[in-house]
């Protein structure tokens, strides 16, 4: 087992890394007094969010997480990259919010544009697919519903109905994330073509125009105060949208199948990003516990912040570890063979964010509270994240469900008569 880096991986990661040096760390400043408007201001492009973008596709920077295509004529892919040389990159854009943007590689667009490279016809993708790849325009993805639970994603009730050359769409949904940013020009929503047909084959995905008639946002929603603006989440409305059968995506009832192929590589760039993240609040926790004194010697001389300071490099070296191996199984033996490590990365990194940024905010005093230091900001981000791309319950108990599966299959064929393994222990009956 080789941990080292390959000239490939490193090379990549270190043009992220210096191009952050370069250009977006110095832009923090000058991004923060233009995202800092009020009213209907907030809710306009960032100049300087351009201007990095138009960098970053100048030097080949541009749609890194879009890896190699299985089709070989396909003309929608981007550098090549692995999910694994591409996790190292996602890290590093995870140190500042704004950073995988100007790289094009934000979500929800980025599964978007591999559900319409992997699964969008020829039309699809030249429409909607195209102008998404050169950043002209932004993208929201609709699935969650307020009415029901939508952890179980069969219980999404918007309806997709069949009429003559159209569909017509009707529901509503929320935490459709995207839908502020006045470039969000198409939705991809999820609902059901058809009610009474089997469990996982009643869903589809269908794209949606945002400028459709009868397509309603309501209200922009807050995480813990943050609108999260341009960007923003909102709950939208869907009143008879009658939109081409040819906006249908792949065929009726695959909407699962579009689900699973774009949730891998999604849950490997959140965990990633979220790590990225992570490095920067202990960072920010370390100085600031070597800069401050309380009862004659520095906070950091206090066993306590020792401790914790420890216990945070433990965490995110092994969560680290983790989702690196989930990204390399992915490369090697594909999104189904690696569901177990996908579903633990989900449930690990924003665990490990949230402790080591709680431990930050607490170091820092008030001013954790504060948005001086962004700490706050960053906690309500992740908090989010244990419920975004399926809630930590859900992957818990996929994780369960393959363990009980793998040791019960053992021990039917041991009791079977079959030999153990070298290490294996049977289970009394």
Known sequence: MNFDLSERQALWRDRVRAFMAAHIYPSIPLYQQQANQVGAARWQVIPIVEELKARAYSEGLWNLFLNPSEQDDDAYTGPGLSNLEYALCAEEMGRVAFASEVFNCSAPDTGNMEVLRQYGSAAQKAQWLRPLMDGEIRSAFLMTEPDVASSDATNIQTSIRRDGDSYVINGRKWWSSGIGDPRCKVAILMGKTDPEGARHSQQSQIL????????????????????????????????????????????????????????????????????????????????????????????????????????????IEMTRLLCLKAADMMDKVGNKAAQLEIAMIKVAAPRTALKVLDDAMQAHGGAGLSEDFGLARAYAGMRALRIADGPDEVHKRAIAKLEMGRHGARLRAWRDGAPLDAGQVPTPA
């Not at 209200?219 to 105060?225: A, D, H, I, Q, S």
């Not at 009726?252 to 990003?273: K, S, V």
Request: proline share 6%.
């Open 208 to 315: 949606i125009p945002t400028d459709a008639p009868g397509f309603e946002v309501v209200r922009m929603l807050p995480v813990f105060g943050y609108d999260d603006a341009p960007h923003g989440h909102a709950e939208v409305m869907l009143r008879d949208v009658r939109v081409p059968v040819e906006n249908l995506i792949l065929g009726e009832g695959r909407g699962f199948e579009i689900a699973q192929g774009r949730l891998g590589p999604g849950r490997i760039h959140h965990c990633m990003r979220a790590l990225g993240a992570t490095e920067v609040a202990l960072e920010k926790m370390v100085d600031r516990l070597l800069s401050r004194v309380a009862f004659g010697k520095r906070l950091a001389d206090q066993s306590v912040w020792e401790e914790r300071i420890g216990e945070a490099r433990l965490e």
